[in-house]
């Protein structure tokens, strides 16, 4: 049984960091194809691409939001870290970590999502 | 980047209907197309991947087709399960969702 579950700091304030953790079972980031990725979307909004990393350490992320994304994994801990610099109350929204497919970069399983609210 | 845009951006349709949804890509994007599901409150489910492949434990009332750069989600025989935002794809490069489509069952 494939799951993940995001998890982190729901309230950050202005300019600091956001630092999520997206904690998975039933498959390895070792495994050749394997890759994590981060999709947010906003209260009442699309989806929207972040960041995706594979099992061969290669991380991809969104042009838009290149210079403030950071993405990591533990693979011996079955986890993976999404760092975002500089918040902003527009980053407001759902963040999920989501398994990369087997056979490209869509994602076959989701996590429930965290609401990560930013203000002072 | 490449852009996606779906229409309708909303819809309304009965049970029983044959529904389509378009997406289409700002450049060739080959097959490189996904389709999720979201309802309220939940994460997205996959419906289809590479334009045109059912995803495992996915109803048959869900098709899709195109390449290049028009592709389509059918749903036939619609149920009132399928409410909902709609969502395509693309992985060609990197990866951009497109806004959304909001099918609601009249």
């Known amino acids: 049984q494939i799951t993940l579950k995001e998890s982190g700091l729901t309230l950050v304030k202005p300019t600091q960091t956001l630092t999520l953790t997206c904690t998975f079972s039933g498959f390895s980031l070792s495994t050749s194809g394997v890759g994590v990725g981060w999709i947010r979307q906003p209260p009442g909004k699309a989806l929207e691409w972040l960041a995706l990393?594979?099992?061969?350490?290669?991380?991809r992320y969104s042009p838009s939001l290149n210079s403030r994304l950071t993405v990591t994994k533990d693979t011996s801990k079955n986890q993976v870290v999404l760092t975002m610099t500089t918040m902003d109350p527009v980053d407001t929204a759902t963040y999920y970590c989501?398994?990369?497919?087997?056979?490209?970069?869509?994602?076959?399983?989701w996590g429930q999502g965290t609401l990560v609210t930013v203000s002072s | 980047d490449i852009q996606m845009t779906q229409s309708p951006s909303s819809v309304s349709a009965s049970i029983g209907d044959r529904v389509t949804i378009t997406c289409r890509a700002s450049q060739s994007i080959s097959s490189y197309v996904s389709w999720y599901q979201q309802k309220p409150g939940k994460a997205p489910k996959l419906l289809i991947y590479a334009a045109s492949s059912l995803q495992s434990g996915v109803s048959s009332r869900f098709s899709g087709s195109g390449s290049g750069t028009d592709f389509t989600l059918t749903i036939s025989g619609l149920q009132p399960e399928d409410f909902g935002n709609y969502y395509c794809?693309?992985?060609?490069?990197?990866?951009?969702f497109g806004q959304g489509t909001r099918l609601e069952i009249k």
């Open positions: 794809q693309q992985s060609y490069s990197r990866v951009t």
């Open positions: 989501a398994r990369r497919g087997i056979q490209g970069d869509y994602f076959d399983y």
């Open positions: 990393i594979y099992w061969d350490d290669d991380e």
